[in-house]
């Protein structure tokens, strides 16, 4: 495989971008894809705003058609801010959403306005870890959990009945992804893959983690990572597409595998814009992994995709197809959605679903069982924000999504968050912890009566 | 000479000793560098009158942490408590918002207007450049401060917070980085 560091600047030239043109196609809608992706999820009940939820996906709903600006100038090519109307006070006040630095007490955690199904309980499981994202479960029970806009890597372990935090590593560049296998911690940093053997054998003198694979590009526009090692034992590093809306190189927009060690690279993914959380299906052995809409196209679409890769080499469509039956405005031209792999099911627009993990524990209810469980963090570019939740995704016998429902919610006040769900992990004894960076936090829900420390 | 000594005095004067100290007293040594009335008069150092108290918190705390590399400020905020960070965060944003030293050519100030709209630094930052929650006062931040800054997001040595401004930054020319600071610093 050929990985250029970064190819970006000449493919973005080689853009034309015209904000008119933007807002005239934005109906452009492909008719011929053969199968229609499952129906959006439902919204949360705690959603403040029911009329902002986007109907079901298919066909691509016709967002107002907003008379393109006359007088800004066209932005530059590959801009984020492509498709963002210039003379709409609405879209003026959208912006990122960056979560406090301070993690929040954990006596001040928003547990009790968190909503789970009859019968599941909510608890704070750990807290005061500034930017808590990814986790994984090592051996031994202890929790590491990575950061998107810190520097550290932080271990939670067990001791003397309990729970302790600590930082396992710091000095690391947005260590957002992280991977465990047979004692062996795997970190993903913006543009780097390390590790720590022996990891939970050193928690109180760690070693510095060592360099198994740095052959990445260093853009920040997507770079932060979720990694995963699969069925086939081998690490999946995915590398985002550099920009909200721009064409990929050999480089980007694509999930990679790798041997343990590093070495074998090569593209498994094709046409990924950004996924920051998969797993596989424990029948199938088949990835699913969920990827992040496009931006500043509508309030309503491009819905957030779960996909199933069949093969390796599958192509999703980004940026030419989206959500599988909409044609890029901009780059949509001459192409056709049925070229690529349709999602099999779609998780409302903007809502940023990110970490998600099939379902195989004994405590839940049976009607659990290999379902996927799906953190969507919560949009920050549409009026009304979506997301800001853990919905569950049931599938039927052949791998298709039956049916996408909340799960836990709450997290959203007066289109305010309180909390923003990153990743979802299930523990050895079939508990699930769910993160939130917003609080650097991790909850812990369980099923049925249980000793719950802490519980009100 | 004189400024060095009296900035030596003051960080002197707000050792953990002196914990009773009022937030005025304590922010003075800040103050000495970035201006008492919220406008910096010194070479690459930010006004910071009427900035968003969640943007300085944001920063302060890279300064603490080390995220964000600038040894004067790294070494200032080493030994703050989460609550200090959030105190003199809210002070900060009680000072006087920074004033523009002059209005500008008017026909250059027309043209980088033109270029705030092209790259819709007033959907974040606001029509008037105020800022917001986590997004910054630039209104009238010292130019040469505007243009390194920009700079530092481009070329990424500068780490923000997030990946935003360094996304932003990659289709905005040097040139045009000029203009937009000329404009920035004077905007009425």
Redesign the interface.
């Given at each position: 495989m050929t990985v250029y560091a970064s190819a970006r600047q000449a493919l973005l030239a080689s853009v034309f971008v015209g904000a008119c043109v933007v807002g005239a196609a934005a109906q452009q809608s492909d008719t011929t894809t053969a199968t229609p992706p499952a129906a959006s999820v439902t919204p949360s009940p705690a959603a403040p705003a029911p009329a902002a939820t986007p109907p079901a996906a298919t066909p691509a709903p016709a967002p107002q058609a907003a008379a393109p600006a006359p007088a800004a100038p066209a932005l530059p090519p590959g801009s984020p801010l492509i498709g963002r109307p210039a003379d709409s006070v609405a879209a003026a006040k959208l912006a990122p959403v960056a979560p406090p630095p301070i993690p929040t007490a954990a006596d001040k955690l928003p547990t009790a306005k968190l909503k789970v199904p009859a019968g599941f309980n909510i608890e704070v499981y750990a807290a005061g870890m500034a930017n808590a994202r990814s986790m994984r479960e090592g051996d031994k029970g202890t929790v590491f959990v990575g950061t998107r806009l810190i520097d550290k890597v932080y271990a939670v372990s067990n001791q003397d009945g309990k729970r302790q935090v600590k930082v396992l590593a710091s000095g690391l560049y947005r260590p957002n992804g992280l991977a465990f296998k047979d004692g062996t911690l795997f970190i993903a940093e913006l543009s780097k893959i390390s590790k720590i053997d022996k990891v939970e054998d050193n928690l109180d003198n760690p070693p510095k983690p060592t360099t198994i694979y740095d052959k990445l590009p260093k853009d920040e526009a997507h770079g932060w990572k979720f990694i995963g090692i699969g069925p086939d034992n081998k690490l999946y590093v995915p590398v985002g597409q550099p920009g909200n809306n721009v064409l990929h190189d050999d480089a980007h927009g694509q999930i990679r595998r790798m041997n343990l060690d590093g070495s074998g690279a090569e593209v498994y993914v094709k046409g990924m814009r950004n996924t920051v959380g998969f797993d596989w299906n424990p029948e199938t052995k088949q990835m699913y992994f969920t990827d992040n809409g496009r931006d500043w196209m509508s309030e309503a679409v491009p819905e957030d995709e779960l996909n199933r890769v069949s093969k390796a080499g599958e192509d999703f469509g980004a940026p030419y197809c989206l959500q599988g039956n909409i044609l890029d405005p901009e780059f949509g031209w001459g192409k056709s959605c049925a070229d690529y792999t349709a999602p099999v099911g779609l998780l409302g627009a903007h809502t940023a679903a990110l970490g998600m993990r099939f379902y195989t524990g004994k405590m839940f209810p049976a009607a659990y069982k290999n379902a996927i469980f799906i953190a969507r963090h919560g949009s920050w570019n549409k009026s009304q924000k979506l997301g800001g939740d853990v919905v569950v995704a049931k599938l039927n016998k052949d791998g298709t999504v039956k049916s996408v429902e909340p799960f836990l919610t709450g997290f959203l006040e007066d289109n305010k968050y309180v909390g923003r769900p990153v990743d979802v992990l299930q523990m050895k004894d079939g508990s699930m912890l769910v993160s939130d960076d917003w609080n650097g936090a991790i909850y812990r829900i369980t099923y049925g009566k249980q000793k719950v420390a802490g519980k009100k | 000479m004189r400024r060095f000594a009296v900035i030596v005095a003051l960080l002197l004067s707000s050792s953990p000793l002196a914990a009773a100290e009022s937030i005025a007293e304590r922010a003075a040594p800040c103050l000495a560098c970035h201006g008492e009335k919220g406008t910096s008069e010194i070479e690459n150092t930010p006004s910071l009158g009427a900035q968003q108290p969640?943007y300085t918190?944001?920063q302060l705390?890279?300064f603490r942490?080390?995220?964000r590399i600038f040894a004067p400020m790294n070494e200032m905020a080493k030994d703050l408590t989460?609550d200090d960070?959030?105190i003199f965060s809210d002070y900060i944003a009680t000072l006087p918002k920074p004033v523009a030293r002059d209005a500008g050519d008017p026909a250059r100030m027309q043209a980088a207007k033109?270029l705030t709209?092209?790259?819709?630094c007033?959907?974040?930052h606001n029509?008037d450049f105020s800022g917001?929650?986590?997004?910054p006062r630039i209104a009238n931040q010292r130019e040469d401060y505007l243009v390194k800054t920009m700079r530092e997001y481009k070329d990424?040595s500068r780490?923000?917070?997030?990946?935003?401004m360094?996304?932003?930054m990659?289709?905005?020319s040097d040139a045009q980085i000029v203009e937009l600071a000329y404009f920035l610093a004077r905007v009425k």
């Open positions: - | 969640a918190l944001i705390y890279m942490e080390n995220l989460d960070l959030r033109a709209s092209q790259f819709r007033d959907s974040c029509a917001r929650d986590n997004i990424n780490h923000g917070y997030d990946a935003t360094a996304d932003v990659q289709g905005i």
